[in-house]
């Protein structure tokens, strides 16, 4: 989405990042919820904070929104510092994860509410709210309260009014949390076409790494109050720097090992797991004798009845669970040293039960190619 | 449910109740009865305790006063009722004075409550935890003490001696010139001593239903309007105290119904020649011995302040259908 990003998501180009959070610390008494902060983020992009419950990501937000104050570190919105700037004051909205609209107005109102700090005349306020409402589809619905909405609906309504100030950044607490599911799928398009259609930055904290993969141009991962990762969803699908970020986004199988020997970009790790040697592709390989771990995402693991000929990396095992999920299945495989491996099979073709690659207690042979392995050093 | 357990009556082999009308009864009060006996249990109660009682005191209105024990009597003919204690409601001054007494004396009270028990009540949601717990513990700590002590403890505090009238007669020496400076305030026996132990005796029923409300009201709806760029004072203007209207309401009636009828303050601390109507009442009762009279000074009252919560109630469920209605 016209956001230019280097391969280890760091942002390139001469422009200023829009939005600059400059080592940002808040601690609460003596706990730190987010510690030392620091994320550049582009004008226009949409960007996520992604991580489990208490990993400081809401609090982040907060901060940029200016219901914390940080206890060490800047929010630079747009060349302004307002790290000191109340609310009611930062060219910023929230969208607030219970939405928290406003019971007793009616949807037109609570979209207006934020105009009347503006400067502007009546229909100019009039035209916007109705804008806002177009912009959502709640146009009929204007008069109503709340209440007598349904979830989604609710959801809109409160998209439309943090949207209608039109501010420089908006700000989304699980968008999409209270949401069933199919209505989540639908909404998240939604929200990705109005970002596209206003042009506003957005920042959107979520825990679900689907959400954050599809919504973002880039993903901020954190963990107990640090980044562990920035980078577009690919990178931080197929190329996670740290074993944290491996296992958090998306199923990974993990192997502990020591590096044997490396050349040419190939390097050769012991896993006594797989019982023997794999090679796999990485440009800056450690020093031979370092720990590392090697991990595997289960679909770039292929799983074959006859030991493949080809096959860099190849070692043998039984399938002990097997799921069925129509457009692939699931393998679970014992290694010999007692290891379950994950691998996933795409049914590419269509085959009765008794056609599949293999069924419970078959043997069969796993392999994966030396670039399709991540070897993690911490 | 209702199947089970008249089979489990069927099969009941303990020979304690005797098959007929025991049997048939028994099964009423299972299938129904207990349960329309605990929802008419408040109706009843109504009933009996404030619904009749009630009847009989519009009765007595449109009696005659009378010699006799009971003290009234109905007349002999056609239509067996008096109007003339009606009439005199309005006919008399005093009736009229008595009545715009209390209904002044007790609005102010309610304002004066509500302005000094909404910024309490509100700062009480905003503690947390045990300090919590200690205001609500000051706010009802008054009631462990009689009422009527609590009321005689103005009284020493109200008269020309007290540090309490000398603190404040200092006070008020310091802004006024000096040829115009007072021995002491006449606080006693006025509307102001009414006023001011009614707010004092009235404030815990106006702080605790407005923090009940207050208390429930969702903090993100505060930051959501800052967000949308409104000052705290915008903020409590736009969202607070809107939301917090039936907690005023209820803190309101709470205390304007008992002060416009309070009968013990304004006796022990008011102007008897300005007297509230509740006075009217209890000495038109016992003193003049007029039951009529005092009855239809109660009615009166009642509806005084009836009728205007009902106009309320009608126009709050009519706004209410007409939300619901647009949609």
């Known amino acids: 989405m016209g956001t230019v990003a280097s391969h280890n998501g760091e942002l390139t180009g001469a422009a200023q990042p829009f939005l600059r959070i400059d080592a940002v610390t808040k601690k609460f008494g003596g706990f730190t919820a987010v510690d030392n902060v620091s994320i550049d983020v582009r004008k226009g992009e949409l960007f996520s904070l992604l991580g489990g419950s208490g990993c400081g990501k809401t609090t982040l937000l907060r901060v940029l929104a200016g219901f914390e104050t940080p206890s060490l570190g800047r929010v630079i919105i747009d060349g302004q510092d307002v790290t000191d700037l109340p609310p009611y004051e930062r060219p910023v909205n929230m969208m607030f994860q219970s939405y928290a609209l406003f019971p007793h107005m009616s949807v037109e109102k609570n979209v207006g509410y934020g105009l009347k700090h503006e400067a502007m005349s009546d229909t100019g306020r009039r035209d916007r709210v109705r804008h806002m409402l177009d912009l959502v589809q709640l146009t009929e619905l204007s008069g109503r309260k709340p209440h007598q909405l349904s979830g989604g609906q609710r959801q809109r309504v409160a998209l439309a009014r943090a949207l209608a100030k039109q501010p420089k950044l908006l700000l989304l607490d699980e968008p999409l949390g209270a949401l069933d599911k199919k209505l989540r799928e639908r909404t998240q398009f939604e929200i990705m076409n109005i970002q596209d259609k206003t042009g506003i930055t957005f920042v959107v904290v979520t825990h679900d790494q689907e959400e954050a993969m599809t919504l973002s141009t880039r993903i901020a991962v954190m963990d107990k109050g640090i980044v562990r990762q920035i980078g577009t969803p690919t990178e931080i699908y197929e190329y996670p720097r740290n074993r944290f970020v491996a296992g958090f986004i998306g199923s990974i199988n993990q192997f502990e090992g020591a590096v044997a020997d490396s050349a040419n970009g190939s390097t050769a790790v012991d896993l006594p797991a797989v019982g023997g040697r794999v090679r796999v592709s990485h440009k800056a390989p450690p020093p031979p004798g370092a720990k590392v771990m090697i991990a595997v995402r289960p679909e770039k693991i292929v799983i074959t009845r006859n030991k493949p000929s080809n096959a860099v990396n190849a070692f043998k095992g039984r399938v002990q669970d097997l799921g069925y999920f129509g457009k692939d299945s699931l393998y679970r495989v014992k290694l010999a040293s007692g290891v379950l491996v994950t691998a996933n099979s795409v049914n590419a073709r269509r085959a009765g039960e008794h056609e599949r690659i293999a069924t419970w207690e078959d043997e069969v042979w796993l392999s994966f190619d030396p670039s399709s392995a991540i070897l993690l050093m911490d | ?327």
């Open chain 2, 1 to 327: 449910m209702e199947g089970s357990r008249t089979l489990a009556a069927d099969t009941d082999t303990t020979g304690l109740l005797p098959r007929g009308a025991g049997y048939s009864l028994r099964n009423w009060f299972n299938r129904r009865g207990w349960r329309n006996i605990i929802i008419a249990s408040p109706y009843v109660w109504l009933l009996a305790f404030f619904l009749l009682p009630f009847l009989i005191v519009i009765a007595m209105s449109l009696a005659t006063r009378a010699g006799t024990s009971p003290p009234f009597a109905f007349a002999d003919t056609w239509p067996y009722v008096d109007f003339g204690n009606i009439a005199r409601l309005f006919e008399d001054p005093v009736y009229v004075r008595a009545y715009l007494t209390s209904i002044y004396n007790a609005g102010i009270a309610t304002a004066l409550c509500l302005l000094l028990g909404y910024p309490m009540a509100l700062a009480i949601t905003r503690v947390r935890g045990t300090w919590r717990n200690i205001f609500l513990l000051l706010v009802i700590l008054p009631f462990w003490t009689s009422f009527l002590l609590r009321v005689y403890a103005w009284i020493g505090l109200m008269g020309a001696n007290s540090w309490f009238n000398k603190f404040l007669t200092a006070f008020i020496n310091v802004l006024v010139p000096a040829d115009m400076a007072l021995r002491s305030i006449p606080m006693m026996n006025t509307n102001f001593a009414v006023v001011l132990v009614m707010v004092y005796s009235y404030l815990p029923f106006m702080i605790l239903p407005l923090y009940a409300n207050l208390e429930r009201l969702d903090g993100t709806l505060n930051e959501a309007a800052m967000d949308l760029g409104s000052k705290p004072w915008q903020v409590f203007r736009d969202v607070t105290l809107p939301l917090s209207l039936p907690g005023i309401i209820a803190g309101g009636l709470l205390v304007f119904i008992p002060a416009s009828g309070e009968v013990i303050i304004p006796s022990l601390v008011g102007d008897a020649s300005d007297p509230m109507i509740g006075r009217v009442i209890n000495d038109e009762f016992s003193a003049a011995r007029d039951w009529p009279m005092a009855s239809a000074v109660a009615v009166a009252l009642l509806f005084m302040l009836v009728v205007p919560m009902m106009l309320y109630h009608r126009f709050e469920s009519r706004a209410q259908a007409g939300s619901e209605v647009k949609s």
